[in-house]
């Protein structure tokens, strides 16, 4: 019971510019560019080699997060899907792992510790500067992006998708935190 309470999403109030995204398969995957050569195949997205850019591919999505470590995202691989989706996404950290298996790598599943926000529409940007340090003006803070950062005192992950949307990546413990900080720096934009 405890486990199947951990893969639903933290409730985050919904609003017309901001949604709770459904639950996803997730792993960080250290490994250097041979590591990297071997697994894109297999994972069917590639790896950046330029710092701080996501690619994408259909649901899925490979974020740099420093040096030799990416966030791999399976966004169609839901936790609570059914058990031929879940059984897709134990054969796809398989897959990957078989790849790898003569390559020094790690490959850690995080799907459990973390969930995901989309904070998008004309104000995304600047409810997001009001507790991020970055400058996240689209000339400096391109689509394609990523980073680790922190919002205020919570640490996230950051992807601009698109030139208004933005998809955090947070872990669940800040779920209210980062919920609730981000509504009030929205009440500035909310009608009277």
């Not at 507790?131 to 992950?157: E, N, Y």
């Amino acid at each position: 019971m405890a486990e199947a309470a951990l893969r639903r999403p933290p409730q985050v109030t919904a609003a017309d510019w901001l949604i709770t995204l459904p639950p996803a398969a997730r792993w960080v995957l250290h490994g250097d560019a041979q590591a990297r050569a071997l697994a894109a195949p297999v994972w069917g997205v590639g790896f950046s080699d330029t710092a701080c850019r996501a690619l994408r591919a259909g649901e899925r999505a490979t974020l740099w997060l420093g040096p030799d470590e990416y966030l791999l995202l399976d966004l169609a691989a839901q936790e609570e899907a059914p058990p031929d989706e879940a059984d897709r996404a134990l054969a796809t950290a398989a897959s990957i792992e078989a790849a790898l298996r003569d390559t020094p790598h790690a490959l850690v599943d995080v799907s459990h510790r973390q969930f995901a926000l989309e904070v998008s529409g004309a104000h995304a940007e600047v409810i997001l500067r009001g507790a991020c340090p970055l400058d996240l003006d689209i000339s400096r803070f391109p689509v394609g992006m990523c980073t680790r950062t922190v919002f205020a005192k919570a640490d996230i992950v950051l992807w601009r998708k698109r030139s208004d949307t933005f998809h955090l990546e947070i872990w669940r413990s800040f779920a209210g935190y980062v919920g609730g900080l981000l509504h009030e720096i929205a009440r500035e934009f909310s009608p009277s």
